[in-house]
């Protein structure tokens, strides 16, 4: 039977049962599906005809109605192939895969989804979550969508505008804290303990990432038979990249796929437990106590789903590397230079990691390697603006624009 279990003791908990925790022993749950049923199911279902989006797999989504989801039309992003960001950085196929496109403009939406959709099958009348900015935004829309109440802690002046904005206007209830993103998420954690009326919608919930795996479903289904050897993905709380490899495990073991990609993580290095473990080869991270980074949404220290990202980093033979804010700053720059897309910092990570390992060696210049770039850049304009060169004020007349783009005056 699909189940919630735990990912250390294996302890199994009913689909409906909410629950963050393992009772036994306190470590956090995955879903587990039941394989059998879920053929049988596939057999009889047109699911690989159906558009890409997060609910074309229905089927492999522990929800139990699909034709009651809570949808703003999330999931189907592109997947481009970037020849001339490939050309620059020396790769041939490189392929990035748009989560900007999402409804609020970040991965978030599929997990919210799900996890919403699954908040109106349990009858609760609260949701909340602690977030960078991202989470909160798109919580704060699927609620609304839902007819929810929604509460988001987040840190106060910690959050990019864009994201504030958004949570804003969606009518949640905000409150800043005093305190980073892992003190805030400590302190959803207990009230949604405390308080079993409010549903904890962080991606220590399970539903979350069985939205967010459809990342690899998708890009299975838009590369057919050419799939990538390596994924490379921003690393932050840790869910999204334990999320994509189970979905790449999952499509394997249905026999969908037949070969696996390496998962890279990639961190900022003011803010990198899971890579620095990886790098010391260490099945254990140590939280930073004061994480520091440009990318405001992967400015976390104490990653909830380190233990799910290590496995996944382990089991696929990836690695994990870290990335400074200039190296940051300057993959964004290149991919909206070279390929017209403009990702938030925390997105732009992956590119700059996979510069990294091109010159060190790391990745194979031959390799099919997608980055995933996770929000959209207007998420953070402020950033954006001060990474650019002023713009150049001129009076309004001809002249000065002759002068400025170094033209002869029509006149002379
Ligand atoms: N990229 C962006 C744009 C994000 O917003 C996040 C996480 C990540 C990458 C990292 O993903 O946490 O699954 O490893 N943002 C969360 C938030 C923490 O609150 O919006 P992760």
Known sequence: MTSQVCITCG??????????????CG?????????????????????QSLPL???????????RN?????????????LYLCRRLGNALGIKRLYVKNEGENPTGSFKDRGMTVGVSKALELGVKMVTCASTGNTSA?????????????????????VAYGKLAQAMIYGAKVVQIRGNFDRA??????????????????????????????????????????????????VGNAGNISAIWKGFTEFNTLGLIS???????????????????????????????????????????????????????KNSKGTAE????????????????????????????????????LEHGTIDKDEIVVCVTTGHGLKDPDTAVKACEKAYEAEANMESIEKFLGLVCAQA
């Open 11 to 24: 302890r199994k908990y009913d689909l409906d049962e909410v629950v963050y925790s393992c009772r036994n």
């Open 27 to 47: 470590d956090i749950l995955e879903i587990i599906h039941d394989f059998d049923v879920l053929k049988k199911n596939l057999s009889k279902s047109n699911w």
């Open 53 to 63: 989006s997060v609910w074309k797999y229905k089927d492999f989504l522990p929800i």
């Open 66 to 78: 699909p034709l009651r989801v809570v949808s703003l039309a999330e999931g189907g992003t592109g």
């Open 138 to 158: 798109s919580l704060a829309a699927y609620a609304a969508k839902a007819g929810l109440s929604c509460v988001i802690l987040i840190p106060s002046g910690g």
């Open 185 to 234: 998420l400590e302190m959803v954690l207990q009230l949604s303990e405390e308080h079993r009326e409010i549903y904890l919608l962080n991606s220590i919930n399970p539903y979350r990432l069985e939205g967010q795996k459809t990342i690899a479903y998708e890009i299975c289904d838009q590369l057919g038979r050419e799939l990538p050897g390596t994924v490379i993905v921003p």
């Open 259 to 313: 070969e696996l990609p390496r998962m890279v993580g990639i961190q900022a290095e003011g803010a990198a437990p899971i890579a620095e473990a990886v790098k010391a080869g260490k099945d254990f991270i140590t939280p930073v106590e004061m994480p520091e980074t440009v990318a405001s949404a992967i400015r976390i220290g104490a990653p909830v789903s380190w233990k799910k990202a290590l496995r996944a980093i």
């Open 322 to 357: 870290t990335v400074t804010d200039l190296e940051i700053l300057a993959a964004q720059k290149m991919l909206a230079r070279y390929e017209g897309i403009f990702v938030e910092p925390a997105s732009a990570s992956s590119i700059a990691g996979l510069k990294k390992m």
